[in-house]
């Protein structure tokens, strides 16, 4: 078992609305990502991955508060720390966040080195222009990206190539742990290859010891995470190996999810695509028992009355529901 | 040469070219596609390949700078606006961002109300115009009651999606252009929107024209495809001959690109020098 990389215990934010209604976005969710491993979150849109993402940085900004839980950083636990502090020093250089749109973050009327420059002085303000143009020439050459896009401006890059510099610079002061947040899905399929390489390389080559990656995409997160986990109206529903999730998963919910995978390979065509009906709840007031109930195909009237243990069954595997393994799977056998 | 009468649209030699001089942008260059009643064709690319100003040419949004259009064997003309809006009724498009689709000062009401006009139906009595409504979007799973009054930004994108589907079940087109209809909505309801516009297909008997860079749902939807890749049509043919036996090298790489689960993804196929 490598180090510790990230760990998350009970981490519990919230959104404050205008009118001073509390929604819990992300609701006592733990997880550990190992050294060298990836870990990937899925789900459908409004299950708060994305605030899960932005709660792991530990800086918070209104809507989002804190309420409980704590974030450890190879060691070192950011939960309470000054938000000054943390921007300063974690930020950037323990943790990196790459937003889904994160092409939109460079600035038009600044050249890529420019916009580098400003980075690396907001964490080290002493930093000469040589050495920095020194580091990103070095960086951008191990990632692939050629060297003349330093001296560009963003309106002469293509998509994939703007979102490849913003990673390759948000990386630039080797974070240790990495969060990508849907980085490819405004990308065509060409340029999501490239952008995939490229995080695989900054792992490989350890610029970044540990990544999480969000998507909705299941065949792209098998293809690149180690470890999955189904995030479904704030919890964790479901957590196992890629393998495991994608080709045996538990949760009615992820076997919802993987009924809706489309791929170009032969024997699709005669597959039939399942839906899960509905859309997930509102949080505002989420439901007492289990949260996925209401839209469960093998729901039973117990599922609504108490909110369900996440249940640990060994080798990393856990889910919340009240059935057992092999209910489940002989569920799923017959339809 | 397929049979020209089975055929519902067909472009002949469709070019266009944006700009002038040196700086000119040949978007589409002579391009032959074809069109059978009652199938679903995809034209499959990567961004900046040509396949949505194809598709505008087919839906007469801009014209052509070479080429001609036939629709149910004749050529299209569409030099006044009462021509257009006759051709309109035959076909209809969804685009990509449901968000930008709608006019935002009109209600749900009058959006619906548009369509059973087109049709030609505006001197039904209101009580029928309501039945036809609120069959509509119980055909796309929602309920007419709860959007009777509403805006289109009271919906999420997956609904406004779905509402665009239910105009089309009112207008009831020949042809329907689906302009990456799936792109920014997420993998579930993906699904629900495919299928919907499967038993559209089933119900109505309509021609589907689908454009997308997933060449894996291309795979999923189509019964022809064509591979598109700066401007020219690099191979076409039936779904399954087009996919598992790919004969362009750009076919390839496209297949290569998509991310499966059965079979292995290889990465080091990636050529960074490609900007």
């Not at chain 1, 957590?239 to 045996?248: K, L, P, S």
């Not at chain 1, 249940?311 to 209910?327: K, L, M, P, Q, T």
Request: proline fraction near 4%; include cysteine.
């Amino acid at each position: 078992m490598g180090k510790v990389m990230l760990e998350v215990n009970e981490l519990t934010t919230k959104y404050i609305t205008r009118f001073g209604e509390n929604v819990y976005a992300v609701d006592h969710v733990s997880l550990k990502v190992e050294e060298g491993k990836s870990l990937g979150i899925a789900g459908e849109s409004g299950c708060g991955k994305s605030t899960l993402a932005l709660s792991l940085m530990g800086y918070y900004f209104a809507p989002l508060h804190y309420t409980s839980g704590e974030i450890i950083i190879d060691g070192q636990k950011i939960t309470g720390m000054d938000p000054d502090d943390i921007r300063r020093k974690i930020l950037g250089k323990e943790i990196a966040y790459i937003p889904q749109a994160a092409m939109n973050a460079l600035n038009p009327t600044l050249k890529i080195i420019h916009f580098i420059e400003d980075v690396i002085r907001a964490h080290d303000p002493k930093a000469s222009k040589k050495e920095i143009y020194e580091l990103a020439r070095e960086r951008f050459e191990i990632l692939g990206l050629p060297e003349e896009v330093l001296q560009k401006y963003p309106v002469e890059l293509s998509g994939g190539m703007k979102q490849r510099t913003v990673i390759a610079t948000s990386v630039i002061l080797s974070p240790k742990v990495l969060i990508a947040d849907e980085p490819s899905s405004a990308l065509d399929v060409t340029s999501q290859k490239m952008v995939i390489k490229m995080l695989r390389d900054l792992m490989e080559k350890g610029y970044v010891k540990a990544m999480i990656f969000i998507t909705h995409e299941l065949p792209l997160l098998y293809n690149v995470t180690d470890d999955i986990m189904v995030m479904y109206a704030g919890q964790i529903v479901e957590r196992g190996t890629a393998q495991e999730v994608v080709f045996d998963p538990l949760h009615p919910y992820s076997k919802g999810l993987m009924g809706a995978i489309i791929v170009p390979e032969s024997g699709v065509r005669n597959v039939k695509l399942t839906a899960i009906p509905g859309t997930p709840p509102n949080l505002k007031n989420p439901p007492s028992g289990c949260r996925f109930a209401d839209r469960c195909k093998y729901v039973q009237p117990e599922c609504k009355v108490h909110s369900i243990d996440f249940r640990d069954i060994g080798n990393g595997r856990a889910y919340r529901c009240i059935f057992s393994e092999e209910e489940l799977r002989k569920a799923y056998q017959n339809g | 040469m397929v049979d020209e009468n089975q055929a519902i649209l067909r472009g002949v030699g469709l070019t266009k070219v944006f700009g002038l001089g040196h700086r000119k942008t040949i978007a589409v260059d002579h391009v032959d596609v074809e069109f059978r009643e009652g199938e679903v064709s995809s034209i499959v690319g990567e961004s900046g390949s040509g396949k949505t100003t194809l598709a505008k040419m087919l839906l007469g949004l801009i014209g052509p700078t070479e080429g001609e259009i036939y629709f149910q064997g004749k050529k299209l003309d569409l030099r006044t606006y009462k021509k257009k809006k006759e051709y309109w009724t035959n076909i209809q498009a969804i685009f990509q961002d449901p968000y930008s689709s709608y006019n935002i000062f009109n209600k749900i009401d009058t959006l619906l109300l548009d369509c059973i006009r087109m049709r030609g139906g505006q001197r039904l009595p209101h009580a029928k115009k309501v039945d036809m409504m609120t069959e509509a979007c119980s055909f796309v799973n929602l309920k007419y009651e709860e959007l009777t009054n509403k805006y289109p930004f009271e919906l999420s994108g997956g609904q406004m999606q779905r509402l665009m589907i239910a105009r089309i079940f009112l207008l009831k087109p020949k042809i329907l252009v689906a302009d990456e209809p799936t792109s920014m909505i997420d993998a579930c309801s993906r699904a629900t929107i495919l299928d919907m516009l499967m038993k559209l297909r089933n119900e109505i008997g309509m021609t589907i024209i689908f454009i997308t860079h997933d060449i894996g749902l291309a795979y999923y939807v189509s019964d022809s495809v064509y591979i598109m890749a700066h401007g020219k049509i690099v191979e076409s043919g039936s779904a399954d001959e087009v996919i598992l036996h790919p004969k362009a090298e750009y076919t390839r790489r496209l297949i290569n690109d998509v991310p499966k689960i059965h079979e292995a993804w290889d990465l080091s196929t990636v050529n960074y020098s490609e900007i």
